[in-house]
Nanobody
Framework: VQLQAYGGGLVQAGGSLRLSCAAS????????MGWFRQAPGKEREFVAA????????YYGDSVKGRFTMSRDNGKNTVYLQMGSLEPEDTAVYYC??????????????????WGKGTQVTVSS
């Protein structure tokens, strides 16, 4: 499965942005999906994940309450709605897919497919 994230850009602190991740090659309805980010000089960080059914979501502590992940299996796309953005959210954001639809131990799961990232920059 091929993944392409888009929707990044420059936004002021306190603003909102929605990222999308379009999949091709296979339907993603049987895949758990995730968003990760990596800031310069830092390790890759888990942001959010959603099970194949869309019924369960997981979030990293730093984004909980501010970000919402969703999916539209009919469009083969997942989304990350980001709100109350902070300069610390500046990073390259990546989407990923796991063959484990139910995402066991989602925060530590090794995802199988990765897309190219999209840059999000939050100015203060």
């Amino acid at each position: 499965v091929q993944l392409q994230a888009y929707g990044g850009g420059l936004v002021q602190a306190g603003g909102s942005l929605r990222l999308s991740c379009a999949a091709s090659g296979r339907t993603i309805s049987s895949y758990g999906m995730g968003w990760f980010r990596q800031a310069p000089g830092k390790e890759r960080e888990f942001v959010a994940a959603i099970t194949g059914s869309g019924f369960t979501t997981y979030y990293g502590d730093s984004v909980k309450g501010r970000f919402t992940m969703s999916r539209d299996n009919g469009k083969n796309t997942v989304y990350l709605q980001m709100g109350s953005l902070e300069p610390e959210d500046t990073a390259v954001y990546y989407c990923a897919a796991s063959v484990w639809s139910s995402l066991p131990d989602a925060h530590n799961l090794r995802f199988d497919y990765w897309g190219k990232g999209t840059q999000v920059t939050v100015s203060s």
